[in-house]
T-cell receptor, first 109, second 114 residues
Framework: AQRVTQPEKLLSVFKGAPVELKCNYS??????LFWYVQYSRQRLQLLLR??SRESIKGFTADLNKGETSFHLKKPFAQEEDSAMYYCALSPGNTGKLIFGQGTTLQVKP | GAGVSQSPRYKVAKRGQDVALRCDPISGHVSLFWYQQALGQGPEFLTY????????KSGLPSDRFFAERPEGSVSTLKIQRTQQEDSAVYLC????????????FGQGTRLTVV
């Protein structure tokens, strides 16, 4: 079965603290994984994808095939990082996305 | 406009009414996707078009749901005889091709069935 699990519905941290948003996936093939973000009153947008191994807005995510995880990390959270974060898996060659349930990140001043 | 545009933004329908939701993808984008997002959940895949061809409709929840993209650009998602469980945000996304490319999302249409 193809599935994405984000175990935390809400993660609340103080500004400057490290952040780790967890994502585990279930997929038998070679996965393509993404993190999408939705800021308040804005549309869903791509944050980063595992294939490009980039750091966006200080966030990184490493694909761990052994643990089937793709956790999102940032060493020092900023208030503007407060948003809903979705981990997503793209199976096959169509580009369709299977999303997790999302984690709300709340960064307190 | 440069982004994916969806209309209407909000729709209230009486149970049993038919609705049509429109998506204008980014010009030149080959792939178009529809997702359904229930309250507190992540988006769930409904259907996918490559140009005018509907290549995957495995996520459509019932035969009351129908999608089309006749000229390979604008797409319409139609829901017949709406039920309360159809209440959700319907998201449209487009991408320039398929695998590995960024999907650009619209603002969504919030459908409430009363």
């Amino acid at each position: 079965a193809q599935r994405v699990t984000q175990p935390e519905k809400l993660l609340s941290v103080f500004k400057g603290a490290p952040v780790e948003l967890k994502c585990n996936y279930s997929y038998s093939g070679s996965p393509e994984l993404f993190w999408y973000v939705q800021y308040s009153r804005q549309r869903l947008q791509l944050l980063l994808r595992h294939i490009s191994r980039e750091s966006i807005k200080g966030f990184t995510a490493d694909l761990n095939k052994g643990e089937t995880s793709f956790h999102l990390k940032k060493p020092f959270a900023q208030e503007e990082d407060s948003a809903m974060y979705y981990c997503a898996l793209s199976p096959g060659n169509t580009g369709k996305l299977i999303f997790g349930q999302g984690t709300t990140l709340q960064v307190k001043p | 406009g440069a982004g994916v545009s969806q209309s209407p933004r909000y729709k209230v329908a009486k149970r049993g009414q038919d609705v049509a939701l429109r998506c204008d993808p980014i010009s030149g984008h080959v792939s178009l996707f529809w997702y359904q997002q229930a309250l507190g959940q992540g988006p769930e895949f409904l259907t996918y078009f490559q140009n005018e061809a509907q290549l995957d409709k495995s996520g459509l929840p019932s035969d009351r749901f129908f999608a089309e993209r006749p000229e390979g650009s604008v797409s319409t998602l139609k829901i017949q005889r709406t039920q309360q469980e159809d209440s959700a945000v319907y998201l449209c996304a487009s991408s320039i091709e398929n695998r590995g490319t960024e999907a650009f999302f619209g603002q969504g249409t919030r459908l409430t069935v009363v």
